[in-house]
């Protein structure tokens, strides 16, 4: 059974840092698209980064230079390193396959991120 | 980007009734090589995560009610939920993954 297993969240003042781990079993984490989607409070879905099974990697531009999305196939983890957090990254995260033909079929269970002082 | 937009923004019907939900992408999402549009739709419940209902715009993911049908191509898609039931309340989105940024519309809410 595919699970997807999310830790990291948590309050953390503006300007700093947090990483963001979702843990996989069922299948490799390196032959699959990964991706995080997070979600403002009572706002809609948004597309934040992907890693491609290659390692390739895409980023919203919201994110792009403070957000790292990188995965450890020994541990078969993926992970979402942010830095320079703002206020507007307050959001549910969460991560997600990816397959090319069935979009983002299988979802972890969101963490909450906290930008605040 | 392509900027998906639903219409309605929500929208109440009564049990036992269809709700209708429109997406529309601002370029299309079809795929010539096979004849596919690439949209895909969610649903929501509160306080979970997502789930997806349809791939490929109108393929119906495992354990989806046959109440639930999805349908359109290029840049028009249309839910449809018959026989509504109350465990159908939940905000619903579409999403194209034709192209990265893999875009969202905003969400339906669907209320009894």
């Known amino acids: 059974e595919v699970q997807l297993v999310q830790s990291g969240g948590g309050l953390i003042q503006p300007g700093g840092s947090l990483r963001l781990t979702c843990a996989v079993s069922?299948?490799?984490?390196?032959?699959?698209?990964m991706t995080w989607v997070r979600q403002a409070p009572g706002k809609g879905l948004e597309w934040v980064s992907m890693?491609?099974?290659?390692?390739?990697?895409h980023y919203a531009d919201s994110v792009k230079g403070r957000f790292t999305i990188s995965r450890d196939n020994s541990k078969n983890t993926l992970y979402l390193q942010m830095n320079s957090l703002r206020s507007e990254d307050t959001a549910v995260y969460y991560c997600?396959?990816?397959?090319?033909?069935?979009?983002?079929?299988?979802w972890g269970q969101g963490t909450l991120v906290t930008v605040s002082s | 980007d392509i900027v998906m937009t639903q219409s309605p923004d929500s929208l109440a019907v009564s049990l036992g009734e269809t709700a209708t939900i429109n997406c529309k992408s601002s370029?299309?999402?079809?795929?010539?090589?096979?004849?596919?549009?690439?949209l895909a739709w969610y649903q929501q419940k509160a306080g979970q995560p997502p789930k997806l209902l349809f791939y490929?715009?109108?393929t119906r993911e495992s354990g989806v009610p046959d109440r639930f049908s999805g349908s359109g191509s290029g840049t028009d898609f249309t839910l449809t939920i018959s026989r509504l039931q109350a465990e159908d309340v939940a905000v619903y989105y579409c999403?194209?993954?034709?192209?990265?940024?893999?875009?969202f519309g905003q969400g339906t809410k669907v209320e009894i």
């Open positions: 997600a396959t990816f397959r090319l033909i069935v979009a983002f079929d299988k």
């Open positions: 069922g299948f490799p984490v390196s032959s699959n698209y």
């Open positions: 890693i491609y099974s290659g390692g390739s990697t």
């Open positions: 370029e299309s999402v079809f795929f010539s090589s096979n004849n596919k549009s690439y």
């Open positions: 490929l715009a109108s």
């Open positions: 999403q194209q993954y034709y192209l990265t940024p893999q875009t």
